[in-house]
Nanobody, 121 residues
């Protein structure tokens, strides 16, 4: 079994910064893409940023130039540095990873429990 545990998040004023972290653990053989998603109240979950094991990065247009995703392949962790936060960045942020588990050599794609980010105006 593979678990993702997130940390960070909280309440910040517009223009402020927050850093989210996520660690994958369990029966991990390898991790390919890791990413962050968010869900605002009444909205569908959307991608924020994704990074592959090779370092290729994709950002949502709404966060380009403000958010930075990074990862430590040796530790199976991914972080999201969020600067110049806006009220519309408010939501629950989820970590996700594509993992090959050594249990049956199968691919799993677990989600973290989510962490609340609230940006006040």
């Amino acid at each position: 079994q593979v678990q993702l545990v997130e940390s960070g998040g909280g309440l910040v004023q517009a223009g402020g910064s927050l850093r989210l972290s996520c660690a994958a653990s369990g029966s991990i053989l390898s991790v390919s893409a890791m990413g962050w998603y968010r869900q605002a109240p009444g909205m569908q979950r959307e991608v924020v940023a994704v990074i592959t094991s090779g370092g290729r990065i994709t950002y949502a247009d709404s966060v380009k130039g403000r958010f930075t995703i990074s990862r430590d392949n040796a530790k199976n962790t991914v972080a999201l540095q969020m600067n110049s936060l806006k009220p519309e960045d408010t939501g629950v942020y989820y970590c996700n990873a594509d993992v090959i588990s050594y249990v049956g050599n199968r691919k799993v794609s677990p989600w973290g429990q989510g962490t609340q980010v609230t940006v006040s105006s």
